[in-house]
């Protein structure tokens, strides 16, 4: 029989009010003050905070406090990864973030789901879908995806919007409900040099 946890891990419906899944939020919402509360000038402490929290981190990342998840274990992010303010990963199911990732401020993503009827929903029943998010992705200020979404290589999610279904690679796509707006062309190539 599977615990609450591998359960929550696989995508079957658990029970969060299970006992070692408290100790983990608990566990992880210490490292998180500790983070959050640490001096600007702390960054390599943070780091060593983020390494011990998640499933796996590329060598060179970095996210700018407050930052907020509910295990950490769950999360993993590749090389060159970057999230800005006030970032909240919900991940009770696996949250993988490739290589050269950009995330705005206030961009949340949202692995825990709940029954739509009230019933299974009020006994405390959840269920939790994993997200994926490619290499080369730039997620806009303000940005909520939801469970089960993969945002594909290259793509740009504008500011403000709500990612409820996949988005392909190589397009830009926004809106609430996100829908793909455009695909990325050589056109949009900049070439910048330093003045």
């Known amino acids: 029989m599977k615990s609450p946890k591998e359960k929550m891990i696989a995508g ?9 899944l408290f100790k983990d939020r608990q566990y992880a919402k210490e490292e998180l003050k500790r ?6 000038k702390q960054i390599k402490f943070r780091k060593q905070i983020i390494q011990k929290l998640f499933h796996a981190t590329g060598h060179r990342f970095f ?13 993993t ?29 206030n961009v949340s993503l949202f692995t ?16 939790a879908l ?5 290499d080369n992705v730039w997620i806009g200020g303000h940005v909520v ?20 279904k996949d988005i392909p690679s190589n397009v830009i796509a926004a809106g609430n409900p996100c829908r793909i707006l455009r695909p990325i062309t050589e ?9």
């Open 187 to 195: 056109s949009d190539r900049i070439d910048y040099v330093e003045s």
């Open 145 to 164: 995806i939801n469970p089960g979404v993969r945002i594909g290589t290259n793509s740009v999610i504008g500011s403000g919007s709500v990612v409820t």
């Open 35 to 40: 983070f959050n509360d640490s001096e600007p």
């Open 63 to 75: 996210l700018e406090p407050p930052f907020r998840c509910d295990y950490g274990y769950n999360i």
């Open 112 to 127: 825990a789901g709940h029954p739509i009827h009230f019933e299974a929903r009020n006994q405390g029943w959840e269920f």
């Open 130 to 134: 994993p997200i994926v998010i490619e």
């Open 12 to 20: 079957l419906p658990y029970l969060d009010s299970d006992g070692q």
């Open 77 to 105: 992010i590749g090389e060159n990864f970057y999230s800005n303010y006030n970032c909240t990963i919900l991940d009770c199911a696996p949250v993988t973030i490739g290589d050269n990732v950009l995330f705005g401020p």
